[in-house]
């Protein structure tokens, strides 16, 4: 006989949200409550014949399976030149103007494991400007984070990659970017060594940097209406006059405070330039 399984109340998912912020510093109360529950529910699915109390303690005191938690709590889903119209217009818009700059820095916010940083820094390539270019990828899993650092993913997805790569207008070959051996794939180091990695926070740290373009694609609808604002103001802090921002497909700026300063570079796109 299957087993009842046991559901997670809002109730204390909102006391693992103050957990997870008193404990360990991650501010989650401005999550999705709905996003945030399924996901809190599914790890307790997995903690098998455990109860709510000793899941609570051991996401309070057991750091190594917090962040682990961390890993399923966060979304980590992403692809190599994910919607290939989308980078087409980076390609064929975007690239062109950064590249009458002396020097161009590019922050990817939620950037998970990685692999839009490395569509960007090909593309910058093929546009003959990664030399003068720094790209920083930013996410608040440092799990995610230290698999992007090192470059190395499996070699299962290339051929799909391969097919956004020349959906997006890319001529080149694009098993050249990376060495493939033993099923997995690590891209050349003429692309990694113009990036940084490293943890960030969009809900409580600071702007890093001055950035001509900023990336931050399909987070923002995890987020509660206040917190988007929130995050949408560092963005805009962050982001030098006529710089452009890029947000996911079911993201925008319309009816924000920022929309009135922002001059949208194609609409369907979810891609805007700063005017001042």
């Given at each position: 006989?299957?087993?009842?399984?046991?559901?997670?109340?809002?109730?204390?998912?909102?006391?693992?949200?103050?957990?997870?912020?008193?404990?360990?510093?991650?501010?989650?109360?401005?999550?999705?409550?709905?996003?945030?529950?399924?996901?809190?529910?599914?790890?307790?699915?997995?903690?098998?014949?455990?109860?709510?109390?000793?899941?609570?303690?051991?996401?309070?005191?057991?750091?190594?399976?917090?962040?682990?938690?961390?890993t399923?709590?966060?979304?980590?889903?992403?692809?190599?030149?994910?919607?290939?119209?989308?980078?087409r217009?980076?390609?064929?818009?975007?690239?062109?103007?950064?590249?009458?700059?002396?020097?161009?820095?590019?922050?990817?916010?939620?950037?998970?494991?990685?692999?839009?940083?490395y569509?960007?820094?090909?593309?910058?390539?093929?546009g003959?400007?990664?030399?003068?270019?720094?790209?920083?990828?930013?996410?608040?899993?440092?799990?995610?984070?230290?698999?992007?650092r090192?470059?190395?993913?499996?070699?299962?997805?290339?051929?799909?990659?391969?097919?956004?790569?020349?959906?997006?207008?890319?001529?080149?070959?694009f098993?050249?970017?990376?060495?493939?051996?033993?099923?997995?794939?690590?891209?050349?180091?003429?692309?990694?060594?113009?990036?940084?990695?490293?943890?960030?926070?969009?809900?409580?740290?600071?702007?890093?940097?001055?950035?001509?373009?900023?990336?931050?694609?399909?987070?923002?609808?995890?987020?509660?209406?206040?917190?988007?604002?929130?995050?949408?103001?560092?963005?805009?802090?962050?982001?030098?006059?006529?710089?452009?921002?890029?947000?996911?497909?079911?993201?925008?700026?319309?009816?924000?405070?920022?929309?009135?300063?922002?001059?949208?570079?194609?609409?369907?796109?979810?891609?805007?330039?700063?005017?001042?």
């Amino acid at each position: 006989m299957q087993e009842a399984r046991i559901l997670i109340s809002d109730e204390q998912v909102e006391i693992l949200q103050q957990d997870f912020l008193e404990f360990h510093g991650y501010d989650f109360t401005q999550y999705s409550m709905a996003s945030f529950k399924r996901r809190i529910q599914r790890l307790f699915s997995m903690n098998k014949g455990g109860n709510f109390k000793e899941f609570r303690k051991t996401l309070q005191h057991d750091d190594g399976y917090f962040f682990q938690a961390l890993t399923e709590i966060s979304v980590n889903v992403t692809e190599m030149f994910r919607d290939a119209a989308f980078y087409r217009t980076i390609r064929e818009k975007v690239i062109p103007v950064l590249a009458t700059y002396p020097h161009i820095r590019v922050w990817h916010a939620g950037c998970a494991t990685g692999e839009e940083v490395y569509s960007l820094a090909i593309m910058l390539h093929e546009g003959g400007i990664l030399h003068k270019s720094l790209l920083y990828g930013t996410d608040i899993n440092p799990i995610a984070i230290e698999k992007a650092r090192m470059g190395i993913f499996s070699v299962g997805p290339m051929q799909q990659y391969s097919k956004n790569y020349h959906d997006s207008g890319g001529m080149q070959d694009f098993s050249s970017y990376y060495t493939a051996n033993y099923g997995i794939v690590k891209f050349n180091t003429d692309l990694s060594q113009k990036i940084i990695f490293s943890t960030h926070n969009l809900v409580s740290d600071f702007s890093f940097n001055s950035f001509q373009l900023i990336f931050c694609r399909n987070v923002l609808i995890y987020f509660e209406k206040n917190l988007q604002a929130k995050v949408l103001r560092l963005f805009d802090s962050s982001l030098e006059p006529l710089g452009f921002l890029a947000l996911g497909s079911k993201e925008s700026i319309r009816f924000s405070p920022l929309e009135s300063s922002y001059q949208a570079i194609l609409e369907r796109e979810k891609i805007w330039r700063k005017l001042k």
